[in-house]
């Protein structure tokens, strides 16, 4: 246990529907990173948080996903109107600069799409 | 942030010492080579990092070539626990934005 939650672990759903994941850092973390996960490959980076604001975002990541972190704390993930390309794991990771830059991930939500 | 390229797989026996190999030929000198294994069903785990000496810490020891384009991942006694896929990565660490970017790593299987 690395001390980052992510909930719910799996979530199946039917296209079309729309679903939040939530990530819990670690707590004097104040860097928060999403990444997403197909079958046989590394994680891919979405998008990434200091404290509240959101700094970056990948082009995977596509208008029907949104991200926020509102009081620089837990994070969710949402993503409408459901494809089934977008089964995969969504992983969330946090880190505070300095140490080593070292990320902590969590174990990740498994989305598959009905 | 440079390229890696890593074999597919590897076995090894347990206890033996486990010698993951990483290119990363276009590394330049501000980036540093990190390292972090997945379990099966778990997220990534940070195991090692640096920039051109060796290192070594509780998990593992990373040796990087003089010329930085290349190293080696050395888990020396290695346990079934281990078996994982391995990731190197190399990267700036500037510590602004330290996104990291995956490759497929490699798979490592220990057998008993």
């Known amino acids: 246990d690395t001390g980052v939650s992510q909930n719910p672990r799996h979530k199946i759903t039917k296209r079309g529907q729309n679903v939040t994941f939530r990530c819990d850092p670690i707590?004097?973390?104040?860097?928060l990173y999403w990444y997403r996960q197909t079958l046989g490959q590394g994680p891919e980076f979405l998008t990434y948080f200091q404290n509240e604001a959101q700094l970056e975002k990948s082009r995977l990541l596509s208008d029907r996903f949104s991200a926020e972190r509102p009081k620089g704390s837990f994070s969710t993930l949402e993503i409408q109107r459901t494809e089934q390309g977008d089964s995969a794991m969504y992983l969330c990771?946090?880190?505070?600069?300095?140490?080593?830059?070292?990320?902590?991930f969590g174990p990740g939500t498994r989305l598959t799409v009905l | 942030d440079a390229k890696t390229t890593q074999p597919p797989s590897m076995d090894c026996a347990e206890g033996r010492a486990a010698n993951l190999p990483c290119n990363h030929s276009?590394?330049?000198?501000?980036?540093?080579v990190y390292w972090y294994r997945q379990i099966h069903s778990q997220g990534p785990q940070y195991i090692i990092h640096?920039?051109?000496n060796n290192e070594t810490n509780e998990m593992a020891s990373l040796i990087i070539t003089e010329d930085r384009k290349s190293s080696t991942l050395i888990l020396p006694h290695a346990t079934l626990r281990d078996t994982a896929v391995y990731y190197c990565i190399v990267r700036v660490d500037t510590g602004a934005n330290s996104k990291l970017t995956f490759g497929k790593g490699i798979t490592l299987s220990v057998r008993p």
């Open positions: 990771a946090s880190s505070y600069p300095g140490l080593a830059n070292e990320q902590f």
């Open positions: 276009t590394i330049s000198g501000n980036e540093y």
């Open positions: 640096g920039l051109k």
């Open positions: 707590s004097e973390h104040n860097r």
